[in-house]
């Protein structure tokens, strides 16, 4: 629904090609000049007012959102103890490997279709969520989540994905992105029992690996080749 409710209102905005045509057209004669201004204007306030909903989506979404639903699909989840992998490009690839590895229940989600696909087809019990959605979070049984790692860049989704388990299952262990410091203490101050820092932490991974010698190079490249060849085949 949210995303369905972003691209009708991108779509009914005027963009600035209208009002190139509308010029065209005026000065081959097409139009006079009264209806020129007229459309002219019409574009103008399309464009701003285009803006400005695009700017307040989420709360245009907040408010308006719940009225959006035709029905609700039913969604079957694991009865008990898995854990929710919110993200699977890059970090969450490693994530999803080291779970399977310890033949955890995990369920993955993620809002790109081909990431989707690919996990189904190696049998990962993976849905395509948007968890920016309001009524995606309300839809998971969080009171079954054991814990929930956010692997998503967005501090307003683990935001609200924090706030949202916290209030259902406070013993359910949280682990979110943080991008930046600020980033972090908003999310520990929210209920996060941790937060990662992606080019932090790498950062202090190349600089264990340039502290050593040649060899350390090597043990981790291997290392990195193995990985690579469990996630990708």
Not at 40 to 56: H, K, T
Not at 175 to 192: F, H, Q, R, S
Not at 219 to 224: I, S, T, V
Request: charged residues 25%; aromatic residues 6%.
């Amino acid at each position: 629904n949210r995303l369905a409710l972003d691209v009708s209102l991108s779509l009914s905005s005027s963009s600035e090609f209208a009002l190139i045509i509308v010029v065209l057209a005026s000065t081959l004669g097409f139009v006079d000049q009264k209806v020129t201004a007229l459309i002219s204007i019409a574009i103008i306030c399309s464009m701003s007012l285009g803006s400005l909903v695009q700017s307040r989506l989420d709360w245009i979404y907040s408010v308006w959102g719940r009225r959006l639903v035709s029905g609700k699909e039913e969604v079957e989840w694991p009865d008990d103890n898995f854990v929710l992998l919110v993200g699977c490009n890059r970090m969450g690839s490693s994530i999803l490997t080291l779970f399977l590895g310890q033949k955890r229940k995990i369920v993955v989600l993620d809002h790109d279709p081909i990431i989707i696909r690919k996990l189904k087809e190696r049998g990962v019990d993976a849905r395509y969520t948007d968890v920016a959605d309001v009524q995606t979070l309300e839809g998971i049984p969080f009171d079954k989540v054991t814990m929930v790692v956010s692997t998503v860049g967005v501090l307003e989704d683990n935001m609200a994905l924090v706030k949202e388990i916290k209030k259902i299952n406070k013993k359910a262990k949280l682990i979110v992105d943080a991008e930046t410091l600020e980033d972090a203490n908003k999310l520990y101050n929210a209920g996060a029992d941790y937060t990662v820092f992606p080019h932090f932490v790498g950062g202090l991974h190349l600089a264990e690996i340039l502290d050593g010698d040649e060899d350390l190079i090597v043990k981790y490249r291997e290392r990195q080749k193995r990985l690579l060849e469990k996630t990708f085949g």
